[in-house]
């Protein structure tokens, strides 16, 4: 071989060898987006079944309904790190809307962050003012809508609920919960299932005050519990287990259950 030739066939090689680097580096990125894309996709779909379940709770005729909803504990379409995700669920004021406010509904991947699915629910704000009272008093909370953050062993307090107004980013997020279904870390509890109960009022009589009937609360509970009757539950007395607030009301009290 003749020093041009060999010259030309170690400069095909390297091209060839070039080619197929940069080839492979495509198909891992194509790779890498499809199951991004597929990973979101998930993520949707969970969010939408808890909008779902939340849109029959607040519109259902009964007076009061339960859901309980199983979280899947990985998204089956991640890998390793990018499996584990959590659901995040906050309240955002509609200011320039004259009837609702907005549930943000976001499951999204620990370790993926073009892994995230999320959907709006719009509530009657209603929901965000006291129970009306029909004789004299005060109502006992100031909102009727609740989001239940769940109290895991050792895990610092509040730590799966915040509360910013306004908020750094986003001056209407108000507040909200982050359930955790994946979570491996010893000082938390894994979220395993989203409660979602409406109970409408009874004829609640407390200290003189009559709370008038009609009036609808509902509460979204972070469940840590393997039982899912161990939730929100319609049944008392467990369902005054729950309390709503530090030094307020439980469920039972102001569901009429007690």
């Known amino acids: 071989m003749v020093r041009g030739d060999a010259a030309l066939w170690i400069l095909t090689k390297m091209a060839m060898l070039f080619f197929i680097v940069a080839l ?12 991004s894309a597929l990973c979101s996709n998930e993520a949707y779909i969970i969010s939408r079944t808890v909008a779902q379940s939340l849109n029959e709770v607040v519109n259902s005729p009964l007076e009061d309904e339960l859901r309980v909803i199983k979280l899947q504990s990985a998204l089956s379409s991640g890998s390793g790190s990018a499996a584990r995700y959590k659901l995040q669920i906050s309240i955002l004021d509609r200011p320039n809307d004259p009837q609702f406010n907005s549930l943000l509904i976001n499951a999204s991947s620990d370790a993926d962050s073009n892994c995230r699915g999320g ?5 009657p704000k209603a929901l965000d003012s006291p129970p009306r009272v029909s004789t004299g008093g005060t109502a006992l909370v100031a909102k009727r ?8 062993p050792g895990e610092p ?20 919960i982050i ?17 979602i109960m409406k109970c409408s009022q009874k004829a609640i009589v407390t200290q003189g005050v009559v709370i008038s009937r009609g009036d609808f609360f509902v509460f979204i509970q ?7 009757d161990n939730c ?4 008392p007395p467990r369902a005054g287990t729950v309390a709503i607030q530090a030094g307020s009301s439980d469920t039972n009290q102001l569901c009429g259950f007690n």
């Open 179 to 195: 359930l955790k279904p994946s979570t491996q870390r010893a000082n938390e509890v894994r979220t395993r299932f989203l409660a």
């Open 119 to 123: 959907i709006t629910f719009l509530y």
């Open 157 to 176: 307090a509040g730590a799966r609920y915040f509360s910013s107004n306004p908020a750094p980013v986003e001056t209407r997020l108000r507040e909200g």
């Open 24 to 35: 492979s580096g495509i198909m891992l990125s194509i790779g890498g987006t499809e199951r």
């Open 222 to 228: 972070d469940c840590t519990a393997e039982d899912p």
């Open 145 to 152: 809508l609740f989001l239940i953050q769940a109290n895991s």
């Open 232 to 235: 929100l539950s319609l049944n």
